[in-house]
């Protein structure tokens, strides 16, 4: 008996409302039971503007109650499309079958059919950077600190700072709009008393105006706290730090009523920057947003796909990525753009030759409505997702280095060049001539018996080998006495040179 | 008469197609590997999809890079005439923030028609680009920078590229930022937190390989079989191209120029000189022609001095060259003179000439700059006090000889 998932919560996203909004009550009528719209084909970019207007969840921070494990979305599928055993739903749609049978088309969106541009453009924007997801997930204890820390200050109407750090892409600017819709909730919700907050992200602000207000006595304009949240701070480190100090002496004004959030990437920037607050018992509670690790990106990435009815990634193509990005850097934005780009690859596969196997697999779920076995259509399933394979070349293009191809490309003499500052710069020295290599150029060429070229043609070469960042030349009036290094690893010319004979008994 | 006026036309037509860069980079555009390719269907997914893209487009100069993405930007504004707007900027005029963002005005300015006030100040400007980015994501209209010498945007504080790659991490925008560069490693240059901000999509242009040399120059000067030549005179052409491409010592003199340089720019450039030779009255592309160009390209300017020197000036170049070879690291003129005497007494040879006529021929060499002072102190001092050295090296003095006509040493 195929269980469908009972939580309302996570559900919701399943369901993109685009008929009409009556339907989300009946919806909710039916006990414990979801039925899983289908994406009309509409306009994309007007789809796109919608999803994001319907991002309403109960309870933000609490987690998710559920492991996301995206295979249990196939059963309601294979539900409706085959097997009898659909007793569970044929209650409820009775009054859908009607809109089920209209549209034979629209069945077919049930599963990951990439031949259908909008269920692959869907997937692109739920994995896109710019998405934001209704629930930060893995920040709950980071957000909740803040959280607490804002609302006390609230109650008690005194100024507090928080100082928010961590690597690019560990979601401190997500959490911190999470955390400023939630004050703005909790405050208009509980405590009416309190005017709605003004909140400025600011990059500079008029500070004296701020100090003048903060240092008069009577406020008679009623009790207002300030959120402020100021984003990349240590662009606002000037040589006399005094910018960044007069922003955090907001809070220790005697009337002071403000909030302040910084968000920075440096841990330590309170305490290199701001050693006088110390004294003063200001000092910014830190929080810090360490990189995600493997688990955590696996959770977020599932977390996004959720939001999708169908499956669209393997499970193993997922983990790969995540323990990829977790051991280089554990930037969020780095997985979701390979993600994407394994997508991409998906796509080019299928666009090429195998559009015939697409075709037999439309053909073959048109005419097996009712009966087409289970088995058969998830192994069509495994073709048409995001495999790891597909993964593992979205991951080496990211992460790989374009030198070795660059090397192999080269012209003939270019690489000589290449292999005599290698042989050079084996004798232990670092640097040299122009002159020199040019000499160890002749040397190599006289082995080989391949003609060398001149002097000019030779600091041309080389010219054009340090715009292409191969090589650093010094400045000098005069050709010969350029000074040279080398700015790629020894390993990589090795490597990239070593289909070559000759260059391999050049550089033994 | 007749034939004439039809090598000119060849003549006329193949040059401008030399001159043509989206010409040349169209047969490397139609596989579905090809980066051509690869970029159209990146940036138009961004366009029809309107999501937020960057990608860095690298490779050394004059691989095309520029030349593919005009090709891009030229079909896609044709599909989609009114939903792409393209703002360039350049890395050598704009990499100070001000200057960028008050370009970046000026051509959205120019674009929407609006007035642009060169009075703007530099907040002004980056609310005002703000504000067209969300107007134009809102409008569904694409934006795509095109930041060229991407590298030297890296420098300082980053902060144009910060805030565009900012601008892209939000909904409301719809951009793509198209960077190229010919450092590869442009990225890294980056500061951290921009590059999170960055895609990492990276498309790789280089130089062509051999097959693809070959179907470049038959597409180039090949002639077309249509109306505007005569049949027997095109097919004469072409057979005859047909012939020098696969003749080996046309494969040679290819090799040998792509072996210091093989960038399609360089081989354009070849091609220009080669097809400039071409003999009007023959009316037919040869060998020679080529032979002619390589020449031209791979001048040694020193060499040419050195054809034209007089043997006393040969001797003297000889000498100074002996001296260096015996570890002398300063001699002046004297010193010159005493090596040139001690020759003359061991070889026994008959060109032995007076110190006043050496010193007139040591004076020439230095007028063309075969040899030189060694510091710019020495004012005061005679001619031939001063310590000289020489400009050309061994490898280039021997040939030298070698190719004067008079030279009698056997060196």
């Not at chain 1, 803040?146 to 979601?171: D, H, N």
């Not at chain 1, 706290?225 to 220790?252: N, Q």
Request: charged letters at 25%; aromatic letters at 6%; proline letters at 4%.
């Amino acid at each position: 008996m195929p269980s469908l998932i009972g939580n309302s919560s996570s559900a919701l996203y399943g369901e993109l409302d685009l008929i009409g909004s009556n339907k989300d009550k009946e919806k909710k009528s039916i006990k414990g039971e979801k039925i899983y719209e289908i994406q009309s084909k509409g306009n994309s970019t007007t789809q796109k503007r919608r999803l994001r207007s319907q991002t309403t969840r109960d309870s933000p921070i609490s987690s998710p109650s559920k492991p996301c494990s995206p295979t249990k979305w196939k059963l309601p599928r294979r539900c409706i499309s085959g097997s009898p055993n659909s007793s569970g739903i044929s209650k409820e749609s009775n009054d859908k079958l009607s809109r089920f049978s209209k549209s034979l088309q629209k069945r077919l969106s049930d599963t990951f059919l990439p031949k259908y541009s909008e269920q692959m453009n869907a997937v692109k924007e739920v994995l896109h950077v710019s998405t934001t997801p209704s629930v930060v997930v893995c920040r709950e204890e980071e957000q909740k600190r803040v959280l607490e820390l804002c609302k006390g200050c609230i109650e008690q109407e005194k100024a507090g700072s928080v100082y928010v750090c961590g690597c690019p892409g560990t979601g401190k600017s997500l959490s911190m709009e999470k955390v400023k819709q939630l004050l703005v909730g909790w405050a208009e919700e509980i405590l009416e008393k309190y005017q709605p907050r003004k909140k400025i992200s600011v990059a500079l602000s008029p500070l004296q105006h701020l100090q003048n207000l903060f240092s008069q006595k009577k406020q008679s304009s009623g009790e207002k706290m300030m959120l402020i949240i100021v984003d990349e701070l240590d662009y606002l480190i000037t040589k006399d730090r005094s910018v960044l100090h007069d922003l955090f002496m907001l809070t220790t004004y005697p009337f002071s009523r403000c909030l302040l959030i910084g968000i920075a990437n440096a841990i330590d920037l309170a305490d290199r920057f701001l050693p006088r607050l110390q004294p003063l018992n200001c000092k910014p509670m830190v929080v810090t947003f360490r990189a995600y690790s493997k688990d955590q990106i696996l959770k977020i990435l599932q977390e996004r796909l959720m939001a999708l009815p169908y499956n669209a990634f393997q499970p193993q193509a997922l983990e790969l990525c995540a323990r990829k990005v977790a051991a280089a850097s554990g930037d969020m934005r780095k997985a979701l753009c390979v993600c994407r780009s394994a997508i991409e690859m998906l796509e080019v596969e299928l666009r090429d030759p195998t559009c015939n196997m697409n075709l037999v697999l439309v053909e073959k779920t048109l005419c097996g409505q009712q009966t087409a076995p289970p088995t058969e259509f998830s192994a069509k399933q495994e073709i048409d997702t995001v495999r790891v394979d597909h993964m593992a070349i979205a991951l080496t293009k990211t992460f790989k280095s374009p030198v070795v191809d660059i090397i192999q490309s080269l012209p003939q003499h270019q690489q000589i060049i290449l292999c005599s500052a290698v042989k050079l710069f084996r004798r232990g020295k670092k640097d040299t001539t122009v002159g020199e290599l040019n000499r160890f150029y002749s040397d190599i060429c006289k082995s080989v018996l391949i003609p060398q070229v001149g002097i000019l043609e030779l600091s041309s070469m080389c010219r054009g080998l340090s715009d292409q960042g191969l090589l650093k030349l010094g400045q000098s009036r005069e050709d010969k006495l350029k000074r040279v290094t080398l700015q790629v690893d020894e390993a990589d010319i090795i490597f990239a040179l070593q289909g070559i004979r000759f260059f391999q008994n050049c550089l033994q | 008469m007749e034939g004439e006026n039809q090598a000119e036309k060849a003549l006329i037509l193949i040059r401008s197609r030399i001159c043509n860069p989206s010409y040349i980079f169209t047969p490397f555009s139609d596989s579905p590997e090809s980066n051509y390719s690869k970029l159209k269907f990146i940036i138009s997914n961004s366009v029809t999809e309107a999501c937020n893209n960057s990608i860095l487009l690298l490779g050394p100069r004059g691989c095309g890079k520029i030349a593919v993405l005009n090709l891009v930007l030229r079909d896609l504004l044709a599909e989609h005439p009114d939903m792409v707007s393209v703002i360039r900027l350049n890395g050598l005029l704009h990499s100070d923030d001000n200057c960028a963002l008050k370009e970046i005005a000026r051509q959205l300015c120019v674009e929407h028609q609006l007035l642009f006030s060169k009075m703007a100040s530099f907040d002004d400007n980056s609310q005002f680009m703000i504000s067209m980015l969300r107007e134009c994501g809102l409008a569904h209209k694409t934006i795509i920078f095109v930041l060229d010498e991407f590298d030297l945007f890296a420098q300082g504080k980053q902060r144009l590229l910060y805030s565009l790659l900012d601008a892209m991490q939000s909904i409301t925008s719809q951009a793509v930022v198209i960077g190229v560069s010919c450092r590869l490693d442009a990225d890294q240059l980056l500061e951290k937190r921009v590059r999170s901000r960055f895609s990492h999509r990276k498309l790789l242009f280089l130089p062509p390989s051999k097959e693809e040399l070959q179907r470049l120059l038959e597409h180039i000067l090949s002639l077309p079989i249509d109306s505007s030549f005569s049949h027997d005179y095109a097919m004469e052409f072409n057979a005859k191209l047909h012939k020098i491409v696969g003749d080996c010592r046309f494969t040679e003199i290819v090799d040998t120029l792509s072996g210091s340089d093989s960038t399609v720019n360089h081989l354009l450039k070849f091609l220009f000189r080669a097809v400039c030779c071409m003999d009007l009255d023959f009316g037919f592309l040869t060998l020679e022609n080529f032979k002619t160009a390589i020449l031209s390209i791979q001048r040694q300017p020193k060499l040419e001095c050195l054809q034209d020197c007089s043997v006393l000036e040969l001797y003297i170049l000889v000498c100074m060259k002996r001296l260096e070879d015996k570890e002398q690291n300063s001699y002046n003129f004297n010193s010159v003179m005493k090596e040139y005497k001690g020759i003359h007494d061991s070889y026994q040879t008959s060109d032995y000439y007076a110190r006043n006529v050496c010193l007139r021929a040591f004076e020439h060499l230095l007028q063309r700059e075969l040899i030189c002072f060694t510091d710019n102190r020495g004012q005061s001092q005679s001619v031939e006090f001063r310590p000289v050295k020489l400009l050309i090296s061994s490898h280039e003095l021997y040939p030298g000889l070698k190719s004067n006509r008079s030279c009698p040493l056997a060196y």
